[in-house]
């Protein structure tokens, strides 16, 4: 998903869409370990939109805050 898509988004949403990736997250760690993980390339991608969105979230506190 694009940052630009985030922005439209409410706080509300955002948090539940970074929970559902912290939970997929866990999953693909756990499936690394066990050496089971089909596609590698997922954990930087899912990495990677956690850290959209909390960029986003941060983005619109700070604008809430001014």
């Known amino acids: 998903m694009k940052a ?3 922005r439209s988004k409410s706080q ?7 929970h ?6 866990f999953t693909l760690r756990m499936q690394q370990g066990a050496g089971q993980l089909a596609r590698p ?3 930087k991608k899912v990495r990677k ?12 506190m700070a604008g809430s805050a001014s």
């Not at 509300?12 to 970074?18: G, H, K």
């Not at 559902?20 to 997250?25: A, G, S």
Request: charged residues 40%.
């Open 20 to 25: 559902d990736l912290h939970k997929e997250q």
């Open 12 to 18: 509300v949403e955002l948090e539940q869409e970074l």
């Open 41 to 43: 390339d997922q954990v």
């Open 49 to 60: 939109n956690i850290a959209r969105i909390k960029t986003v979230m941060n983005e619109k």
């Open 4 to 6: 630009t898509e985030m």
